[in-house]
């Protein structure tokens, strides 16, 4: 069985930074892209940033130049690195895999404080 686990979200100051990590274990094969979605409370679920294969990057126009995704293939995760937080980063940060079909974590909780 598929299970994707994240790490690394917390309480930030707003102008701080969090590195969220995404670890994905058991027998996944065939990953394309890879990303980070997020939900805050009374909201839709939406992208925050994706990696394809190849390394290139994708990121929502909210985040852009504050975060930074990257991926280990060799180690099948995916990092995220939040810099210059707002209170609108503010919600449930999910990765996600693509397969041929998509697998999610859990969820980690991020919260940025004014």
């Known amino acids: 069985q598929v299970q994707l686990v994240e790490s690394g979200g917390g309480l930030v100051q707003a102008g701080g930074s969090l590195r969220l990590s995404c670890a994905a274990s058991?027998?996944?094969?065939?990953?394309?892209?890879v990303g980070w979605y997020r939900q805050a409370p009374g909201k839709q679920r939406d992208l925050v940033a994706t990696?394809?294969?190849?390394?290139?990057?994708n990121y929502a126009d909210s985040v852009k130049g504050r975060f930074t995704i990257s991926r280990d293939n060799a180690k099948n995760t995916v990092s995220l690195q939040m810099d210059s937080l707002k209170p609108e980063d503010t919600a449930v940060y999910y990765c996600?895999?693509?397969?041929?079909?998509?697998?999610w974590g859990r969820g980690t909780q991020v919260t940025v404080s004014s």
């Open positions: 996600n895999f693509r397969t041929y079909v998509d697998y």
């Open positions: 058991g027998r996944i094969f065939n990953i394309n892209t």
């Open positions: 990696i394809a294969n190849g390394g290139r990057a």
